[in-house]
């Protein structure tokens, strides 16, 4: 029993104390209990720092329903509000023309009826467009309300983007023209020319026709008598009073506005080149000629849509003439277009036409007339079917040429039409 209670006191005396082993440092045996995590340190209040270029993105003051269109030539309100009132920054509205014209700056100002609004000059607006965004400054530090003229050019560093940005501005597309762009495109048009000289010649042959004894002007033999079908026909062999010549010379000077133009044209009509002189003629008998003197205005109603009014003036070795006539248009003045219309003079009789123009191709104009005509016989109706071609050449000169057919009902067959001129418009 001794024994036992030795080796018991033995054994408690050869271990170490636990508390006296942690104070040396001397505990290896088994592993440690874990320390305690520290608190969470609090989180800081502060933004973290941007990284450099990275954009700033501002706080939206300015609240509008943005226009996407607008009418030329009229003043242009861009209206909204504002989050917080005015205070003390500057705010405006940047703009420019579409496409790359310079940036203008037009004030937000308090309206009458609530709100604030920016007004962009009629003079601006323009097509296509206009294009814009909104921005405010800092205070002035003289206190001056309205942006400085430096500050009016832009787009400026220190300024706050509120809808839209320079690089990403809200168009506003601009339909139709203005008065004074309407000029420049239709003066455009014709390569800046607003006068034109015109000198032409033209030829109508058509053909041999039956000879009648009731017109008193036109009245003669007849050439060949025939027997056909059991009736006597009498016809012109020479063709003689189935052509006439044409020589004309034109003035135009264009207003390019709602009278487009006004033209004057003096010609002269013979049905052969020795009629040209009825002013010499000791024959006894009237001969077929007439000079003549022509003003014309031509009227643009719409775009595409127009009318020409004319008068004549002529005389004759029968003595003086006159006549009126009009036509309507559908289509570009100075290119694809229809016309149709007519007119009537007193000693050449009347006329109806229709024409189809294009300019599909550059620098050489193109047409094709269908004509019902009773020039140069009143009692006698015809057709006249021509093709003409002009060539732009250089500077405003041109030349043309004219080709076609031409026949009476009374005709026993058709023939040619014929002509040319040549133009300078300066």
């Given at each position: 029993?001794?024994r036992?209670i030795v080796?018991i ?9 636990p ?38 993105v ?7 329903t943005?226009?996407s ?8 309100e861009?209206?909204g ?14 703009y ?12 937000l ?16 607006m323009?097509?296509?467009?206009i ?6 400054l ?24 509120n ?12 339909h139709?023209?203005?008065s ?12 800046g020319h ?5 000198g ?18 036109n ?6 008598t025939?027997?056909e ?20 010379l034109?003035y ?13 044209q ?8 020795s009629?040209f ?11 077929p ?9 031509q ?43 007519g ?14 123009g ?5 620098h050489?104009?193109?047409?094709i007339?269908?004509e019902?005509?009773?020039w140069y ?12 071609i ?9 030349i043309n040429a004219r ?7 009374e ?16």
């Amino acid at each position: 029993m001794k024994r036992r209670i030795v080796s018991i006191v033995l054994l408690a005396l050869a271990a170490p104390a636990p508390a006296l082993a942690q104070d040396a440092g001397l505990q290896d045996a088994g592993p440690a209990e874990a320390a305690p995590a520290p608190p969470p340190a609090p989180e800081s209040k502060a933004k973290p720092e941007k990284a450099e270029g990275e954009a700033r993105v501002p706080p939206t003051l300015f609240f509008h329903t943005p226009p996407s269109t607008a009418l030329p030539g009229e003043v242009f309100e861009i209206r909204g509000d504002l989050q917080q009132g005015m205070n003390k920054e500057r705010f405006f509205v940047r703009y420019r023309i579409v496409p790359k014209g310079e940036w203008k700056a037009v004030p937000l100002r308090r309206a009458a009826e609530g709100g604030v609004v920016a007004i962009v000059p009629a003079k601006d607006m323009q097509p296509p467009g206009i294009e814009y965004y909104v921005a405010n400054l800092p205070p002035d530090p003289q206190g001056q309300p309205e942006l400085r003229p430096e500050e009016s050019k832009g787009p400026l560093a220190n300024e706050t983007r509120n809808f839209g940005s320079p690089e990403q501005p809200h168009r506003v597309l601009v339909h139709g023209f203005t008065s004074e762009t309407l000029y420049e495109k239709r003066l455009a048009d014709h390569q800046g020319h607003l006068s034109r000289l015109a000198g032409g010649y033209g030829y109508s042959n058509f053909g041999r026709h039956l000879v009648t004894h009731d017109d008193p002007i036109n009245a003669r033999e007849p050439d060949v008598t025939t027997e056909e079908n059991g009736k006597t026909v009498e016809w012109d062999k020479s063709s003689e009073h189935n052509i006439y010549h044409e020589i004309t010379l034109t003035y135009t000077y264009r207003f390019l506005t709602y009278l487009y133009d006004l033209s004057v044209q003096m010609g002269a009509l013979a049905e052969s080149p020795s009629d040209f002189d009825m002013f010499t003629n000791t024959s006894g008998k009237s001969k077929p000629g007439m000079y003549y003197i022509s003003p014309s205005a031509q009227l643009e109603f719409f775009k595409y849509f127009g009318a020409t009014v004319l008068f004549r003036l002529g005389i004759s070795d029968d003595g003086f003439e006159g006549g009126a006539g009009g036509s309507l248009r559908v289509g570009r003045v100075a290119g694809t277009r229809v016309d149709v219309g007519g007119e009537w003079m007193s000693r050449a009789g009347g006329r109806f036409f229709l024409r189809f123009g294009w300019d599909t191709v550059p620098h050489l104009p193109m047409a094709i007339t269908i004509e019902r005509t009773q020039w140069y016989h009143r009692d006698m109706w015809g057709n006249r079917l021509f093709y003409e071609i002009g060539w732009d050449i250089y500077g405003g000169f041109g030349i043309n040429a004219r080709i076609g057919y031409a026949a009476r009902d009374e005709s026993t067959n058709g023939s040619v039409v014929a002509g040319g001129g040549a133009s300078m418009e300066f």
